[in-house]
């Protein structure tokens, strides 16, 4: 038996295992779909971290481990040959998205009425594998077989802040005791020209973007938190990377009330709602609102800064805005940096006026996270 096949089979046991003492979903009613990125950072074998870990990936061990101590000496409820599971290995970028189009695809001729057979689609790795998922049934599925699959994101990646829980040992969890179910929400960055860039989380234009750059070439080639490293660099060097120039806004928020800035482009985050936290458990949005402005300042300033955002307590400073909004009309004259959900983008002086939304779309998730969306 080949490496690869011997790990994957390692991680369709642990499923099998967990989901065979689930009192939350019955085997009689769900079909699983395990969509795996093997080159997510705790699957793939490159960098110091996997060096002295044996031929078996951090990840599976991870998955194997925590699986048994989840279920402990409980009981299963049924046997685990029962569970109708299925492995899907995606091989290229956009092919996890394309597997769950065809996943969603069977769900009504699977299904026979509303007590028939559902697709559990578990996207398995880290905040680019669930946006590819993510967006491609936004974009490419109808409601009504939307309406027969849940998708669960199950943390397994180098950043996992978009994940439906924190931890794998939360997750198996969820899967045994079961989760909160109903629909994601997403932020939508619309350019000048009409091409649209999809946050199921957190969409960010500035420094952070630029981090993120430089943290995604690095992630699997470096051991450690190599993001506050990249960070404790980039802030210093950003200012003279990019053409930084004022970026305005203007939205309105829940109250009816406008409102408008004009301020030099540091840092703009944008939530599908607020307590959202990005960047390796960040929280950027600490509290209800879900838009974040951060004014550059001189070097000083910027340092003292990133203190406080590693402390949650940035909200607190004069140059650094909060905002509660479903809605935001964004200016910028030129080429900036964004990231949605941990994938980096160049936009170009071009892409603006940029017309961002959040809304709620038809894709059913299973989370353990908060499910209020900040939508106009």
């Known amino acids: 038996m080949s490496t690869i096949k011997y790990n994957f089979e390692k991680v369709e046991e642990a499923f099998r295992r967990v989901l065979s003492h689930s009192r939350a979903l019955r085997a009689d009613q769900w079909v699983f779909h395990l969509i795996i990125n093997p080159g997510a950072g705790g699957f793939n074998f490159e960098g110091a971290r996997e060096h002295f870990g044996g031929a078996m990936p951090r990840g599976v061990r991870i998955l194997d481990k925590s699986s048994r101590s989840a279920i402990g000496d409980a009981p299963a409820v049924c046997e685990s040959s029962d569970i109708d599971l299925r492995l899907h290995l995606s091989a290229y970028p956009n092919?996890?998205?394309?597997?769950?189009?065809?996943?969603?695809?069977?769900?009504?001729?699977?299904?026979?009425?509303?007590?028939?057979?559902?697709?559990?689609?578990?996207?398995?790795?880290?905040?680019?594998?669930?946006?590819?998922?993510?967006?491609?049934?936004?974009?490419?599925?109808?409601?009504?077989?939307?309406?027969?699959?849940?998708?669960?994101?199950?943390?397994?990646?180098?950043?996992?802040?978009?994940?439906?829980?924190?931890?794998?040992?939360?997750?198996?969890?969820?899967?045994?005791?079961?989760?909160?179910?109903?629909?994601?929400?997403?932020?939508?960055?619309?350019?000048?020209?009409?091409?649209?860039?999809?946050?199921?989380?957190?969409?960010?234009?500035?420094?952070?973007?630029?981090?993120?750059?430089?943290?995604?070439?690095?992630?699997?080639?470096?051991?450690?938190?190599?993001?506050?490293?990249?960070?404790?660099?980039?802030?210093p060097l950003y200012p003279r990377i990019y053409r930084i120039a004022n970026m305005k806004i203007s939205g309105q928020n829940f109250e009816g009330g406008e409102f408008s800035q004009d301020f030099r482009l540091g840092l703009m985050a944008i939530g599908v709602s607020g307590m959202r936290t990005y960047g390796h458990g960040l929280w950027i949005l600490p509290e209800d609102e879900n838009v974040c402005t951060i004014e550059l300042q001189n070097l000083f300033t910027n340092i003292k800064m990133k203190k406080e955002l590693y402390k949650a307590r940035h909200g607190e400073l004069p140059y650094v805005r909060m905002y509660k909004t479903g809605e935001l009309l964004l200016e910028y004259p030129a080429a900036i940096p964004a990231q949605v959900d941990g994938e980096v983008t160049m936009l170009q002086a071009e892409d603006f006026p940029m017309k961002v939304r959040i809304i709620q779309t038809d894709v059913q998730i299973f989370s353990g996270k908060d499910l209020s969306v900040h939508s106009s």
């Not at 969603?104 to 509303?114: L, P, R, V, Y």
């Not at 931890?167 to 989760?179: D, F, R, S, V, Y």
């Not at 973007?209 to 990249?230: E, Q």
């Open 95 to 235: 092919h996890a998205g394309r597997i769950a189009i065809a996943i969603a695809d069977q769900s009504t001729a699977a299904c026979d009425g509303e007590s028939g057979i559902r697709q559990m689609i578990i996207s398995i790795g880290g905040d680019g594998t669930h946006n590819e998922v993510m967006r491609a049934l936004h974009t490419g599925v109808s409601r009504a077989k939307l309406a027969r699959c849940r998708v669960f994101r199950f943390p397994q990646g180098s950043g996992n802040d978009a994940a439906d829980a924190w931890t794998p040992e939360e997750a198996w969890q969820l899967l045994i005791n079961g989760a909160h179910q109903g629909p994601a929400g997403v932020v939508e960055l619309i350019s000048a020209g009409g091409s649209v860039h999809h946050a199921f989380n957190i969409a960010s234009i500035g420094v952070d973007a630029h981090i993120g750059m430089v943290t995604n070439r690095f992630k699997d080639k470096l051991p450690g938190d190599f993001y506050k490293v990249v960070a404790d660099l980039s802030v």
